[in-house]
């Protein structure tokens, strides 16, 4: 069973950045497509980001487009999500998930496996 581990989260101030990771213990993440997600209280789950598993495919939400960049290491079997000029909109738990295939994806619906989140926090 895949098992996804986020870490990078903590408290940033509005205009800073954060790298967010996503890492899989006992697996290699080479075949899987990853995405991000993220949720606050009393809303649903958004998709962030994702990367196919060959690394050339991307996508952004619309609200991060500009701001946030996803990359993957296959050496590190590692996928990052550096995010920069934060704002407090951003503050959630924000989770890392793969699909069942190679393709890049926004759906949470598609998702297979997932992390158990961090929670980034942007304030003054």
């Known amino acids: 069973q895949l098992q996804l581990v986020e870490s990078g989260g903590g408290f940033v101030q509005p205009g800073g950045s954060l790298t967010l990771s996503c890492t899989a213990s006992?697996?290699?993440?080479?075949?899987?497509?990853i995405s991000w997600f993220r949720q606050t209280p009393g809303k649903e789950r958004e998709g962030v980001s994702c990367i196919s598993s060959s690394g050339s495919s991307t996508n952004y939400a619309d609200s991060v487009k500009g701001r946030f960049t996803i990359s993957r290491d296959k050496a590190k079997n590692t996928v990052y999500l550096q995010m920069a000029s934060l704002k407090p909109e951003d503050t959630a738990v924000y989770y890392c998930?793969?699909?069942?295939?190679?393709?890049?994806?926004?759906?949470?619906?598609?998702?297979?496996?997932w992390g158990k989140g961090t929670l980034v926090t942007v304030s003054s």
């Open positions: 006992g697996f290699t993440l080479d075949y899987y497509a």
């Open positions: 998930a793969a699909p069942m295939g190679a393709s890049c994806t926004l759906s949470t619906r598609a998702m297979d496996h």
